[in-house]
């Protein structure tokens, strides 16, 4: 028989249960909730004040009416809120810079991905051939990027790595005979500094995955091979890759969440903004962008939450072809 | 000999990830115009005048905000292990009607992430009246979808003799989940200090959410270094250098039981 039995449980289950679907109804089904009501509402419904309505004598002296400035908000006339459907999206669905924002983030999620898995993966690998001290020290080495703020990460990548007398271009690209790149103002050059940003900061911790996944790895599985003879290839194929497959799925999952959720990152780096040209505006920073606007605060939070919303899908899709790619991909 | 490409890769993967590091702490004694030099690596001389800024609140209350960053990620990290914690244990040694059911609800979370929901959480946070609360930065997120997933996995490794035993002591559910904590220690720490790291790093929620005197330390170190440079980079440098300290310091504690919960959890 596994585990307790449901009905004796009830009050047990209530315990264990209830704190976590407690916080989850509040701080995620509620928001939710008003996120999906805020997107079906109409886009340029505003709070309207009186004054506005009702143009009042300002003959008064200047003084006055500036105390009286805070009194007509007890009687604010608020336009009621009007249900458009759809229309949200449907604005979403056709503005260009979403498209430009979603099509950014998903280059900025895979991009990240196919560079650390492999990278993490040969890390790790190597790795493990390594005696104790040396690998623990080294891996700890190679978290230290992954425990730094984003915005910590940025501010480096802002005065040592970039610029012409940065260290990417004095220590890389001069040496190996290019042009010295400026890394972010030249358009074509603002997203893969900034997935070399994700690469820099993830793969530490992916690698100390995969090194306990390699390390889980029976010995005689080696000791087999060494006997047998098997090449490189095929002990990488047969006895390491199979230790690390469900952590490599575990990572992808972390990283598709991660990516699309970045917002640190970008947002110091470009103030915000998206970039020359948007080539670095991600979703999160769209999303912020519309919901406040120059921080005039006329929030178009309409528009706003139903972009938040269209993420859910597309996420929810790539985590999909995910988990399908584990059935065919990595089931031997 | 073999081994030398081998120590070759890793030495340049390492010294990739510290240097910029070092280059960092050093860079908080430089001048401005010592830092604009990205190539040089040791100051001229070493002032502690920026660490003394930062510590008198020359520029902004900086301890007032790493304090609250502390409070934020410590509160979260440590709520949201237990409360995940919990769920896992009953998803995955209790058999109930509707738990698969459950399961698929609770982990629906990960799909829509606290900040793609950050303008509805910052209305209804603002409705509760907790908006410039710290509490309104402690709490969501506390519902992990992943903790749920991970700790589904961690539960599922204790052998189910145990629980049988339990119960044949008569002891609770809830009695047994308590007892059974030390034994998966290491990945109650693991999660707890990820989840730290995260919420740590946590920047568009805060810039929401708080009130200019309630502020955390991403936003302290973004508003250290403005556009418009009327603060000496060495501030910055020495701002983020102490964001550093009590990350590095939790994961050099913790780093053996790390390792050693996620080997036991990739044994399958």
């Not at chain 2, 119960?167 to 904590?181: A, D, I, M, N």
Request: proline content about 6%; glycine content about 8%; charged content about 15%.
């Amino acid at each position: 028989m596994k585990g307790f039995m449901g009905g004796k449980a009830g009050i047990s289950l209530l315990c264990l249960l209830g704190p976590f679907f407690a916080l989850w109804g509040l701080f995620w089904l509620v928001p939710l909730g008003m996120g999906i009501d805020l997107s079906l509402q109409s886009p340029d419904f505003r709070p309207v004040h009186r004054d506005e309505v009702l143009p009042q004598d300002t003959s008064s002296s200047s003084s006055l009416t500036f105390l009286d400035w805070r009194k007509p908000q007890v009687e604010v006339e608020v336009e009621a809120p009007r249900y458009v459907g759809l229309d949200n999206f449907e604005k979403a669905v056709a503005d260009s810079k979403f498209h430009k924002a979603l099509g950014n983030t998903l280059i900025y999620v895979f991009g990240s991905i196919l560079v650390i898995l492999p990278l993490a993966f040969a890390l790790a690998v190597n790795l493990r051939s390594l005696t104790r001290i040396p690998r623990g020290v080294l891996v700890f080495l190679l978290m230290i990027p992954g425990l730094a703020l984003p915005g910590v990460l940025s501010t480096l990548f802002y005065l040592f790595f970039h610029g012409r007398t940065g260290a990417l271009n004095q220590y890389l690209v001069i040496p190996l005979g290019f042009d010295p790149v400026n890394w972010m103002m030249d358009p074509a050059f603002i997203m893969p500094s900034l997935i070399i940003q994700a690469v820099w900061r993830w793969t530490g911790l992916v690698t100390l995955f995969f090194l306990c996944g390699l390390e889980a790895i029976p010995r005689w599985q080696f000791e087999v091979a060494r006997i047998e003879g098997v090449g490189l290839w095929m002990r990488v194929r047969s006895i390491l890759f199979p230790g690390v497959r469900h952590l490599a799925l575990f990572a992808a999952v972390f990283l598709v969440v991660d990516g699309f959720a970045a917002f640190s990152g970008a947002y110091n780096l470009l103030g915000g903004s998206g970039g020359i040209l948007d080539t670095g505006l991600l979703l999160v920073t769209y999303v912020y962008q519309v919901a406040f606007p120059g921080g005039c605060g006329r929030f178009k939070f309409n528009g706003a939450a139903a972009m938040s919303l269209l993420v859910a899908p597309v996420t929810a899709f790539l985590l999909f072809l995910l988990l399908q790619a584990r059935k065919s991909f990595f089931s031997r | 000999m073999k081994r030398i490409p081998s120590f070759l890769f890793l030495g340049v993967a390492a010294l990739i990830c510290v240097y910029p590091f070092a280059w960092m702490f050093l860079s908080s004694f430089k001048t401005n115009k010592e830092i604009y030099q990205p190539t040089l690596f040791f100051p001229s001389d070493y002032e502690w005048d920026s660490y003394a800024g930062l510590w008198s609140g020359e520029y902004l209350p900086f301890f007032d905000y790493f304090l609250h960053s502390l409070l934020v990620s410590g509160g979260q990290a440590l709520l949201a292990t237990l409360v995940t914690a919990a769920a896992g244990f009953a998803f995955s040694k209790i058999r109930f009607r509707g738990s698969a059911w459950l399961f698929g609800v609770a982990i629906l979370v990960i799909l829509v992430p606290k900040q793609a929901l950050a303008v509805p959480l910052f209305e209804w946070m603002a409705w509760l009246g907790w908006q410039g609360d710290l509490w309104s930065l402690a709490l969501p997120g506390v519902a992990s979808g992943l903790g749920v997933i991970f700790f589904t996995q961690v539960f599922r490794k204790v052998p189910d003799e145990l629980i049988d035993l339990a119960q044949v002591e008569g002891l609770s559910p809830v009695r047994t989940f308590v007892t059974l904590l030390p034994l998966v220690a290491p990945a109650l720490m693991t999660f707890c200090f990820l989840h730290f790291i995260l919420s740590w790093q946590e920047h568009l929620l805060p810039l929401l959410m708080l009130d200019d005197e309630n502020l955390t330390l991403p936003i302290a170190l973004a508003k250290l270094r403005d556009s418009s440079h009327r603060i000496p980079e060495s501030v910055g440098m020495a701002a983020a250098t102490l964001s550093l300290v009590p990350v590095v310091l939790l994961f050099g504690l913790g780093f053996r039981k790390m390792k050693t919960a996620l080997v036991e959890l990739s044994l399958s």
